[in-house]
């Protein structure tokens, strides 16, 4: 609406006066001679609006006079007011509508906002926010194989002996979640091919491997079923038992269930379905000693059948056995079998290659336990072939079942 249009304000812009009220001097002009006593009246025009000063003239001017010209010129100078009021409105009007056109014309032209489920964003955040235990949690609960080392997986923030189990991938892997990750999907894959618990209840050949694998567990008071903090659990592979290479390791699927029956009774002595303290990076004694003797196996240079054997043990068992291992100690080793060492370093991660010790002399095992802060004294427990004052392997170890 123009100012033209717009109603008058009554308060800005008053009716306006006579032509006899706003132009006094024209008035006068038209008017007969006032009597002497009026005629200073005049004198009003010489009043100095600027310092508020009038002259002497004005002082002697009868009172009602001073204010009728006082009203004349404040009814002169409201409709100017006025005027300049309503040119201002108008003058802000057109600024007004051109800033509502520039925001119509920005608002047409925006892209749309896209529309995405308001959760999305705060979950993938929420997700990610996770601890990476509780991220391997979910890749396990996803699978259809539910077991691992004898546990059946459960949220490792209630139940220990799952978070033993995960916080093991994550410490193999650094705590790089994505190698964990694949690391334990790769095992769950195996076990639910292989049923390594099932290997707990076969029967094996004694005539291939009657001697060959054993298991023992030695506690601090004798208790070979004490809880971790207080006991050691070994394996030992006896290799110059062998009677029959081609026998022992002709068949390779063989040997590695064997192999595996092994290290899950191994794990059996473990109890880690048992655990009730958590582990962490530096904490963790659900761990195995392993011994492998050598005693009387030259053959191990020229089969091409223990080679292939020895091979894809280590693949298997760094796959699917990690952070198991405490120390491993491979004793009467000949010369000829550098090739083994050379073939484990490149599935074995250094910080585990380091955990490796050859000696020449199976004897000296005993003295590798001299200061072992679990159990005391345990050198003196190992059998007496191996330095120590112990019964022999057979008459104290646990084995897989032989027909």
Known sequence: MSAADKPADPVAAPTAAPADETKPEAAAETQPAAPAAAA????ATEAHPVDGT????????????????????DKAAEPKTAVVAAEAQDA???????????????AATAEPATDKPAEEKPAAEKEKAKPAIQQLWEVAKAHAHPEIWGVTLADPETHVPSQVVLQKYLNANDGDFAKAKDQLVKTLD??????PLDLLKAEFSKDKFDGLGYVTSYGS?????????????FTWNIY?????????FGKLDEFLSWRTALMELALQELSIATATKPITADYDPYKIFQVHDYKSISFFRQSSNVKAASSETIKVFAQNYPELLKEKFFVNVPAIMGFMYAFMKLFVAPKTIKKFHPMSNGRNLALEFTTSTKVESLGEKLPEEYGGKGKELKAESKEPLLK
């Not at 200073?40 to 004198?43: D, E, I, K, Q, R």
């Not at 802000?92 to 920005?106: D, H, L, S, V």
């Not at 110059?240 to 022992?248: L, P």
Request: glycine share 2%; proline share 7%; no cysteine.
């Open 40 to 43: 200073p009246a005049p004198a």
């Open 54 to 73: 009038a002259s002497s003239e004005l002082k002697e001017a009868p009172a009602a006079e001073v204010e009728a010209a006082a009203a004349a010129t």
């Open 92 to 106: 802000e009007k057109p600024a007004e509508a051109k800033t509502a056109e520039t925001a119509a014309a920005t």
């Open 190 to 195: 195996w076990r639910a091919k292989t049923k």
């Open 221 to 233: 008071v004798g208790d070979a079923s004490a809880d971790p903090e207080s006991k050691e659990v």
């Open 240 to 248: 110059g038992a062998t009677k029959s290479i081609d026998e022992t």
